[in-house]
């Protein structure tokens, strides 16, 4: 069974509109996070979230937000695209100890592309 | 800011060569990670060496850690064509994860046959 997946796998989509990726984990994983991938494979972290706290990094734009309807999704949407969203996006997965260090589980990326 | 900056860029060895890569960081870390990332694909760990630790195998895998010098290498001994792909190094600042990874920028290994 596929640990960590996302939906859908190739977005394109013209420039101005509103779009949504979703992802769902089933390791039963208290954290999630999205990370964009550039063309250049420089892989950010964008958000981290768990049920108790939405962490932002502050350089992404607020057009992006993302929606956890129960603690096994994250989608992320996306408010009037723009050329420069064209990448991969991945959603991941942990769970979160202080005390412990943990891996993340990445889903399989969505390449949007942006026209 | 990036965090990590993976070296060699790039690397081409031959099958059943070493591969060696070094990853270097900015601020103190609670663990460093490696993932590797096959073309079209997500990234897979590989192995999470913590601040306290110096040296860690996993398989045909070895990772050292040296927190003085704010870098780690990732040795792959014995390597074989499955192991062509990106190799990326990330840092756990806040423990546990909370606040997500830093990634470098990778290491692309290309294992000849």
């Known amino acids: 069974d596929t640990a960590v997946s996302q939906t859908p796998k190739y977005l394109v989509t013209q420039m101005g509109n509103d779009k949504s990726i979703k992802c769902e984990q089933n390791?039963?994983?208290?954290?999630m996070y999205w990370y964009k991938q550039d063309s250049k494979k420089f892989l950010k972290i964008m958000f981290s979230?768990?049920?108790?706290?939405?962490?932002i990094n502050e350089t992404v734009p607020n057009r992006f937000s993302p929606k956890s309807p129960d603690k096994a999704h994250l989608n992320l949407h996306i408010n009037s695209l723009e050329l420069g969203d064209s990448a991969v996006y991945f959603c991941?997965?942990?769970?979160?100890?202080?005390?412990?260090?943990?891996?993340?589980?990445f889903g399989p990326g969505t390449r949007l592309t942006v026209l | 800011s990036q965090q990590g900056e993976e070296d060699p860029q790039a690397l081409s060895i031959q099958e059943g060569e070493n591969a060696t890569m070094n990853c270097s960081y900015k601020?103190?870390?609670?663990?460093l990670q490696w993932y590797r990332q096959n073309s079209g694909r997500g990234l897979v760990h590989l192995i999470l060496?913590?601040?306290?630790?110096r040296e860690k195998h996993s398989g045909r895998l070895r990772v050292t850690l040296d927190t003085s010098k704010k870098s780690s290498s990732l040795l792959i001994t014995a390597s074989r064509a499955a192991d062509t792909a990106s190799y990326f190094c990330?840092?756990?600042?806040?423990?546990?994860?909370?606040?997500?990874?830093?990634f470098g920028k990778g290491t692309h290994l290309i294992i000849q046959p």
């Open positions: 390791l039963g994983h208290d954290t």
């Open positions: 979230y768990n049920n108790k706290e939405l962490i």
């Open positions: 601020t103190s870390i609670n663990n």
């Open positions: 060496i913590r601040s306290n630790e």
């Open positions: 990330a840092t756990d600042l806040s423990g546990g994860g909370a606040d997500g990874l830093t």
């Open positions: 991941a997965s942990s769970q979160v100890h202080r005390d412990f260090y943990n891996e993340q589980f």
